[in-house]
């Protein structure tokens, strides 16, 4: 008798193998993300904050360094500017504002802080809370330009 049973539980067994679907046959090898492919960086110029990171959380006073691509920045000439020099410009950075709509000139007061002397980087003193600063490159009088803005929110803590 355990014959049989063994001969018949066999026979269910390869019955049932028979019945089940086989995984279907990849017709690719899976990619594994270092052959997935390159997604190209946005082209032309950029402004970014190398810091503080967006959603830091930092302390007063603020440490700020600014970055930027396939631009040229330059300290603005002394006196009257007649006309602005192409591909080259100035930080100014604004607290608790957003970016100004290109062409427009960059008021020279609060809440702008201008860099006319070409510099990248400054410490600034900001009250405990949650801050968006922005970071918008002017030409030599001061106007906007096209594209070269980038904001970001940090929270000052004491």
Request: with cysteine.
């Amino acid at each position: 008798m355990n014959v049989r049973w063994l001969a018949l539980s066999l026979l269910l067994m390869g019955v049932a193998a028979c019945g089940a679907e086989a995984p279907p046959a990849q017709s690719e090898a899976p990619v594994t993300p270092a052959e997935a492919p390159a997604v190209e960086a946005p082209s032309g110029p950029r402004v970014f904050f190398v810091e503080p990171a967006d959603g830091a959380t930092v302390k007063s006073p603020v440490h700020l360094r600014f970055g930027i691509e396939d631009f040229t920045i330059g300290a603005v000439p002394q006196g009257t500017v007649e006309s602005v020099r192409p591909d080259l410009g100035h930080h100014h950075v604004g607290v608790d504002t957003t970016c100004l709509p290109a062409g427009t000139v960059i008021p020279q007061a609060a809440p702008w802080v201008h860099h006319g002397g070409g510099q990248t980087e400054m410490d600034m003193q900001l009250p405990p809370g949650t801050h968006t600063l922005t970071l918008q490159l002017g030409d030599d009088k001061h106007t906007t330009i096209e594209g070269l803005c980038s904001t970001i929110t940090i929270t000052v803590v004491e």
